[in-house]
């Protein structure tokens, strides 16, 4: 924390820890109903800058002259990417049963969305090296995009159980697409 006027890492641990933390005081207030609405409308804005924030200086840490595959726009693409698919999808798991479809709606079309960007960025930067686990990507893009689709159109039927399944799909997929963001720099692996 001493480098944060020129540490990315830096600047990603503090605002960091400010989203973890506005979130937990946040999570805490709405759930034993302490505060007004402005009070939590503020704090979840705040709390989301912070996240926001976050996930810029986080992309930074890894956009670096000596790796110039990682040196792109591609990078934060992917990041954010990565944020909307799976805190949407986490946040749906985590809502009440009675929470009303419109909610759930939005939610399957963050995903959905989601889903298509990341099968966009896998096809463009596939290459033959890792293509088995390129095509695991894939096929798990399809059913969690799919399973996004019958969210989307089927909201209070398909269940939280079915939000729970997408959100694991979309965990496996991005560990997959983990891995091979860092097979990009050392290639082989």
């Given at each position: 924390?001493?480098?944060?006027?020129?540490?990315?890492?830096?600047?990603?641990?503090?605002?960091?820890?400010?989203?973890?933390?506005?979130?937990?005081?946040?999570?805490?207030?709405?759930?034993?109903?302490?505060?007004?609405?402005?009070?939590?409308?503020?704090?979840?804005?705040?709390?989301a800058f912070c996240g926001l924030a976050a996930l810029y200086c986080m992309q930074r840490v890894y956009q670096l002259r000596s790796v110039p595959v990682w040196n792109t726009g591609r990078t934060l693409l992917?990041?954010?990417?990565?944020?909307?698919?799976?805190?949407?999808?986490?946040?749906g798991t985590l809502l009440p049963r009675d929470t009303p479809a419109g909610i759930l709606v939005w939610i399957a079309l963050?995903?959905?969305?989601?889903?298509?960007?990341?099968?966009?960025?896998?096809?463009?930067?596939?290459?033959?090296?890792?293509?088995?686990?390129?095509?695991?990507?894939?096929?798990?893009?399809?059913?969690?995009?799919?399973?996004?689709?019958?969210?989307?159109?089927?909201?209070?039927?398909?269940?939280?159980?079915?939000?729970?399944?997408?959100?694991?799909?979309?965990?496996?997929?991005?560990?997959?697409?983990?891995?091979?963001?860092?097979?990009?720099?050392?290639?082989?692996?």
């Amino acid at each position: 924390m001493n480098h944060l006027r020129k540490s990315w890492l830096s600047r990603e641990i503090l605002f960091t820890s400010g989203f973890a933390g506005l979130w937990a005081i946040l999570t805490g207030l709405r759930l034993f109903q302490i505060g007004t609405f402005t009070i939590w409308t503020s704090l979840a804005a705040l709390t989301a800058f912070c996240g926001l924030a976050a996930l810029y200086c986080m992309q930074r840490v890894y956009q670096l002259r000596s790796v110039p595959v990682w040196n792109t726009g591609r990078t934060l693409l992917e990041f954010t990417i990565s944020t909307v698919g799976l805190g949407g999808l986490l946040t749906g798991t985590l809502l009440p049963r009675d929470t009303p479809a419109g909610i759930l709606v939005w939610i399957a079309l963050a995903g959905i969305i989601a889903f298509l960007a990341a099968s966009r960025v896998t096809i463009s930067i596939a290459n033959t090296e890792n293509m088995k686990l390129s095509n695991w990507r894939a096929g798990l893009l399809l059913a969690g995009m799919l399973g996004a689709v019958a969210l989307f159109i089927w909201p209070s039927s398909a269940g939280m159980g079915s939000m729970f399944l997408v959100f694991i799909i979309a965990l496996a997929e991005e560990a997959i697409g983990r891995w091979l963001f860092y097979a990009r720099r050392n290639p082989g692996i």
